[in-house]
């Protein structure tokens, strides 16, 4: 009886080998052998391409110029196997650098954020979701652990300047990890220049830190002060008479509004 892991082995193996494929993706002088009920039945661009016969792809060919080899190796990866090495690739592993060596660290560690950047646009152009969701879970997981790292604001730049902005997924990580560390990252030159290049991305963290209660209105205790005054002096409902029985209503930043719960006029 097979297991998941021997399945694995075979899809694997289909992938590597090419063995039984029907179809060929090209991509900077790579040919990558794969399978139409593998890769069509997964991604709206391969099934338009190929099942609706595109005069381009009539020989079950597809060229593809604007992604890099590595980039289309982790999305048909995912499609074989449901998972990429967002490190290296199932052909050519990742070699460990000697330890000691910063300069290759630091650069190792921005570029696994931006292959999986360059997955989850790939993804997107490729109509593939659940692979832009684990592109957007790795890219998470990589910013939670990096934000103080000395890339993080020129991977920030790469992101803001490469995803189509009708995708936020990417963007609104970075938006919570910046307002997560707000006053530690506003120390970090980097990061002011990227917050002045692209106002959007400052705006959305100030909103943020400001829901949060991260920033403060410089009179909000007098605000509520007044408010929680202003609520003790009724005793009554000026409408219905009875007992006075609060319902606040949350308007913008520090207005609140409060109602009599029985017959909802507003005070």
């Known amino acids: 009886m097979s297991t998941s892991a021997d399945i694995q082995d075979v899809m694997r193996d289909l992938l590597l080998r090419g063995q039984f494929s ?36 009539t020989k079950r060919s597809i ?6 080899p590595e ?14 090495d ?26 696994i954020s931006l292959n999986n950047m360059r997955v989850f646009i790939t993804a997107d152009k490729f109509g593939i979701d659940s692979l832009q ?21 020129e991977v920030i730049q790469e992101v803001m300047a490469s995803v ?6 990417l963007q609104e990580i970075i938006v919570d990890i910046i307002g997560t560390h707000v006053f530690d990252l506003i120390e970090n030159p980097g990061i002011i220049e990227v917050l002045n290049s692209f106002g959007c991305l400052g705006s959305q963290v100030i909103a943020r830190s400001i829901r949060n209660g991260q920033l403060r209105h410089p009179n909000e205790d007098n605000i509520f002060k007044e408010f929680t005054q202003k609520i003790s002096s009724c005793r009554s409902c000026r409408q219905c008479a009875r007992p006075f029985n609060v319902r606040i ?19």
């Open 22 to 57: 029907d179809m060929e993706i090209i991509c900077q002088g790579i040919t990558f052998k794969v399978h139409r009920a593998i890769v069509c039945t997964q991604s709206k661009y391969f099934n338009s391409a190929i099942c609706d016969g595109f005069k381009e792809y």
């Open 63 to 68: 060229r593809i110029q604007e992604d890099t």
């Open 71 to 84: 980039t289309i190796e982790r999305v048909l990866s995912y499609l074989y196997l449901r998972e990429y």
């Open 86 to 111: 967002d490190r290296g690739t199932i052909q050519c592993q990742t070699i460990p650098e000697p330890a000691g060596d910063k300069t290759n660290d630091t650069e190792s560690t921005k570029n």
């Open 133 to 153: 969701s684990l592109a957007t879970q790795k890219f998470s997981q990589w910013a939670t652990k990096n934000w103080n790292s000395p890339v993080f604001p």
């Open 164 to 169: 189509p902005s009708y995708k936020s997924s």
């Open 249 to 267: 209503e949350r308007g913008g930043y520090l207005i609140c509004i409060f109602r009599c719960s029985i017959c909802n006029t507003r005070h």
